[in-house]
T-cell receptor, first 111, second 118 residues
């Protein structure tokens, strides 16, 4: 079963534009992570935000977390063609050591 | 530093045949995971090891799937016999700390083993 649900399922933008992906989840969490997966490759960790944090930055990435709404968003600014990939949110439940992934958002950045 | 290594990258077999996947985690990572990823979906946990102990195998179909992690390092995932529905990517991941709930508990993934069952 998958805890997180990403929205939209697919996103197509022009190079230089910003890309925003959303993740909603169902149960209380310890932290939330975002991963990127290029086609045919493994997942790569992007950023981790703890349940007591509201916003976090890493380079061109900005992640927000709203635990009251059980949602998170990933913003990629000034997107590049190399950002084309699938992006997954993953939640770590409050009482377990299990990282549960959503179905992902497919991002396509056109040059 | 070498990443998580998986083999084979691709495997095509006929149904009812056995298949095995191998994973070598990042040196020093005590936690190892096997995930299943179907096309267009996120990874789903099959089994998690802490050192050589399987601490979460609730999603592993034990009638046909088995896994082992000898000496708490390399791991092997086996399917016998394979069914058509087993066609998927099998991902191995490792992490430094106990479970993803701790600080720095991000997972490091291998490239995956893509299985096609005909």
């Amino acid at each position: 079963s998958q805890q997180g649900e990403e929205d939209p399922q697919a996103l197509s933008i022009q190079e230089g534009e910003n890309a925003t992906m959303n993740c909603s989840y169902k149960t209380s969490i310890n932290n939330l992570q975002w991963y990127r997966q290029n086609s045919g490759r493994g997942l790569v960790h992007l950023i981790l935000i703890r349940s007591n944090e509201r916003e976090k930055h890493s380079g061109r990435l900005r992640v927000t977390l709203d635990t009251s709404k059980k949602s998170s968003s990933l913003l990629i600014t000034a997107s590049r063609a190399a950002d084309t990939a699938s992006y997954f949110c993953a939640t770590d439940g409050k009482y377990g050591n299990k990282l549960v992934f959503g179905a992902g958002t497919i991002l396509r950045v056109k040059s | 530093e070498a990443g998580v290594v998986q083999s084979p990258r691709y495997k095509i077999i006929e149904k009812k045949q056995p298949v095995a996947f191998w994973c070598n985690p990042i040196s020093g990572h005590n936690t190892l995971y096997w995930y299943l990823q179907n096309l267009g979906q996120g990874p789903e946990l099959l089994i998690r090891y802490e050192n050589e102990e399987a601490v979460d195998d609730s999603q592993l179909p034990k009638d046909r799937f088995s896994a082992e992690r000898l000496k708490g390092v390399d791991s092997t995932l086996k399917i016998q016999p394979a069914e058509l529905g087993d066609s998927a990517v099998y991902l191995c991941a490792s992490s430094l700390r106990r479970g993803p709930g701790k600080v720095g508990g991000e997972l490091f993934f291998g490239e995956g083993s893509r299985l096609t069952v005909l």
